[in-house]
Nanobody, 125 residues
């Protein structure tokens, strides 16, 4: 079992930045690849970014490429999503997720076994 708690969401103007953090507890954090997903009102939850167990391999969605960066610090059991140049269309609830396929960079929801409760990000125009 892994428990995940997101933080760092909030209200920001377009062009601004936010840094989301996800704190993990339970089983060994480095046993998992980690991902960020988001869900806007009335839309499906979509992939944002993923990082493998070591942090040496990452993937981001095309919609956030060049603006968002995912990183992790295994010693602190945390994964971070740095979001720059935010746009109103980035408004969503952002979820942290853990996958036991530690070497993979999963982009679909079924690949992840554990989820946080989500944190709201609102970008005003």
């Amino acid at each position: 079992q892994v428990q995940l708690v997101e933080s760092g969401g909030g209200l920001v103007q377009a062009g601004g930045s936010l840094r989301l953090s996800c704190a993990a507890s339970g089983r060994t954090f480095s046993s998992y690849a980690m991902g960020w997903f988001r869900q806007a009102p009335g839309k499906e939850r979509e992939f944002v970014a993923a990082i493998n167990w070591s942090g040496h391999s990452t993937k981001v969605a095309d919609s956030v490429k060049g603006r968002f960066t995912i990183s992790r610090e295994n010693a602190k059991n945390t994964v971070t999503l740095q979001m720059n140049s935010l746009k109103p269309e980035d408004t969503a609830v952002y979820y942290c997720a853990a996958s036991p396929a530690r070497y993979e960079l999963g982009v679909t929801r079924p690949e992840y076994d554990y989820w946080g409760q989500g944190t709201q990000v609102t970008v005003s125009s």
